[in-house]
């Protein structure tokens, strides 16, 4: 194949909170890259994924849920919506096939308007929660919305048509040169995937506001010369007292579970056996104050 048929660009998934975007991106980058979670406004970071073919790489930056700002981070967070949207050459608006379209939806299809540039692409996802009748139905709605470059149809969770959406996209995607080593998956620093997995563990079981108030940094990873260990030290803030109770659990009992599957996970990732040094930390009100945003990375 000559140079000049290969294909590579940027490709980003919108859509209100949980309608499967992170979920989407691992499937397609067949990694573990953005964090999942049943929690409404998981992804907080524009994360690359890439995917590789012989014929094209796809980039894919993976963005935090649009939604209208509440918290001084809910506004940093749009701001990297909008950075991100005004810098890919397609934008896929993911619809989830289990609910009807509503003015989330409709707010983000309105808002793709701003990006002229960008091919849009709707993806109707999580097919395999709804009825054939019902994904027929989606489908319609969905083209109702705009006049589409593409319209897929898929499921993350069983890996359903996702070779199709791969297809669309490459073609929609300009000529040119692989933008990244055949080798990488994505260009998160190891801290960040590691304090993510954190972030995961932590999330589980945890309801009402203390999901946003959750974050998690990472001080060292340092790993062992005489043994094939990686010892990881990382804090999980919270930003009330009454939050670290919680996390805590009866007797530490909560948070063993926690660093548990956080360690699993974090094996899973270096290859290696992880001693997991866990600390849970109150960062007052941090959603709302400039300096901490600025200390945990936004
Ligand atoms: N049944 C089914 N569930 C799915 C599928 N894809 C994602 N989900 C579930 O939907 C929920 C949300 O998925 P995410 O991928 O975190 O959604 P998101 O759009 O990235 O969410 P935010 O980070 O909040 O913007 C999770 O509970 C997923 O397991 C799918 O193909 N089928």
Not at 10 to 35: D, Q
Not at 266 to 282: A, P, T
Request: hydrophobic share 40%; net charge negative; aromatic share 4%.
């Amino acid at each position: 194949m000559s140079e000049q048929q290969h294909r590579s660009g940027f490709v980003t998934f919108v859509g209100r909170p949980n309608a499967g975007k992170s979920t989407l991106m691992n499937a397609l980058v067949g990694e573990k890259i953005a964090i999942t979670s049943s929690k409404p406004q998981t992804t907080r970071h524009a994360i690359r994924g890439v995917v590789h073919r012989d014929d094209a790489q796809l980039v894919i930056v993976d963005t935090p849920g649009m939604h209208k700002p509440r918290t001084l981070l809910g506004k940093r967070l749009n701001a990297v919506v909008q950075t991100t949207l005004g810098d890919v050459d397609v934008i896929c608006l993911c619809i989830p096939a289990d609910e009807p379209i509503g003015p989330g939806d409709r707010f983000i299809d309105q808002q793709l308007e701003g990006f002229p540039r960008a091919r849009k692409v709707a993806v109707v996802t999580k097919t395999d929660a709804a009825s054939k009748q019902r994904v027929a139905e989606q489908l319609l709605a969905v083209t109702g919305l705009r006049e589409w470059d593409a319209v897929v149809p898929l499921s993350s969770l069983r890996g359903t048509q996702l070779d199709v959406l791969v297809d669309q996209l490459v073609a929609l995607l300009p000529e040119g040169e692989p933008l990244y080593e055949a080798a990488t998956t994505t260009e998160e620093p190891l801290s960040v995937r590691i304090a993510e997995l954190v972030r995961e563990a932590a999330l589980e079981g945890v309801r009402d506001e203390l999901p946003h108030s959750i974050m998690v940094t990472v001080d060292d990873i340092v790993e062992r010369e005489d043994r094939e260990l990686v010892d990881v030290y990382a804090n999980l803030w919270v930003e009330r007292d009454s939050q670290k109770g919680i996390i805590i659990g009866h007797r530490g009992s909560r948070l063993r579970e926690v660093g548990a599957d956080a360690r699993a996970e974090i094996e899973r990732l270096v290859g290696k056996q992880v001693h997991l040094d866990l600390r849970v930390k109150v960062a007052k009100e941090w959603q709302g104050d400039p300096k901490q945003l600025g200390r945990f990375g936004f």
